[in-house]
């Protein structure tokens, strides 16, 4: 670790070597040893043979296959076991603070393994959030954390949803390429228009050639966008993210988000008649009936 030796910074160093000495899960990095001398400051992982999500999704070498949907799939199911591990079952409970597709390593079988811990954050029981200064990735960082630098679970889910969208699209969280095709920076929200336009087929990484199941884009688009909702207390549980992966209550989840886009979206006709489908709830321009239903 080659930054400057300051207070700052040696107390970051141990609050990662703490925080990750505490997590131990099969989708979390194994710290193996670490080392401080007067000069140099060490830690040791093992090896990812495969290196993280968005080097396979945008800097991958021409030799090297694109990441093919099983696997996408399972590393969307593996990330969100980790970071259930860390947001609630850990004592004291862990915020990672920076989830994205470049935190997410991946092993010689292409296991999903979450890294990176120096946003980490402790949380105890009684706490319901944390309060530190605004540090994070654009187009990752919850809306609730950018304007009041309030921390919680629920901006870990918030990142993840994102890092789903990057799985699906193969795109960059914020990306100022996009607008030389007139697309907005956010991926979110470029998302969320192409949606809107019915065009979910231009949404999925054309360097998978077509070759993905459409049922189960859509149930991770419907995934993401539960989590990425603007409100924390609206979004899942990072436990309940991984049962609605594995064929459990997604059904159920995006019936009760339908009803409530469609509530918000008529109330917002009826008293705002000129604002052309704007919604109060910003996570979402779109009529719930935009997407089909769960199968």
């Known amino acids: 670790m080659k930054e400057e030796r300051t207070q ?12 990750i000495s505490m997590a131990i899960h099969r989708n979390l990095l194994r710290l193996r040893g670490f080392c401080m001398t007067p000069r140099e400051r060490m830690l040791v992982y093992p090896y990812m043979f495969n290196g993280n ?4 999704l945008r800097e991958r070498r021409e030799t090297q296959p694109p990441l093919d949907w099983p696997i996408r799939k399972r590393i969307a199911l593996g990330s969100a076991r980790g970071l259930a591990y860390l947001n609630e079952e850990c004592d004291p409970r862990i915020i990672h603070g920076d989830i994205k597709a470049s935190t997410v390593l991946l092993d010689e079988e292409f296991e999903a393994v979450v890294g990176d811990f120096w946003l980490a954050k402790l949380i105890d029981d009684e706490e319901t959030h ?15 954390y950018l304007s009041t630098g309030k921390c919680s679970e629920k901006t870990d889910v918030f990142g993840y949803g994102i890092m789903l969208l990057e799985l699906i699209t193969g795109q960059r969280a914020f990306d100022l390429a996009r607008l030389a095709n007139d697309d907005d920076v956010m991926l979110l929200n470029w998302v969320k228009g ?7 087929e231009a949404l999925v990484d054309a360097n998978l050639q077509g070759n ?14 539960l989590c990425t909702q603007n409100s924390p207390t609206e979004r899942p549980k990072m436990s309940e993210v991984v049962k609605m992966l ?6 159920e989840r995006w019936l009760d988000w339908q009803k409530e886009e469609m509530f918000r979206w008529e109330f917002n006709h009826t008293y705002n008649p000129n604002t052309d489908g704007i919604i109060c709830d910003s996570s979402s321009d779109l009529r719930p009936d935009e997407l089909s239903g769960p199968r």
């Open 53 to 56: 999500v968005a080097s396979c």
């Open 194 to 200: 192409l949606l809107k336009e019915k065009k979910l």
């Open 246 to 251: 594995e064929g459990d209550a997604l059904a």
């Open 212 to 225: 993905y199941v459409e049922d189960e884009v859509e149930q991770l688009i419907q995934i993401a966008l």
């Open 130 to 144: 944390v309060s530190t200064a605004v540090r994070g990735t654009i187009g990752h960082i919850a809306p609730e």
């Open 8 to 19: 700052g910074g040696e107390l970051q160093f141990q609050t990662e070597i703490e925080i």
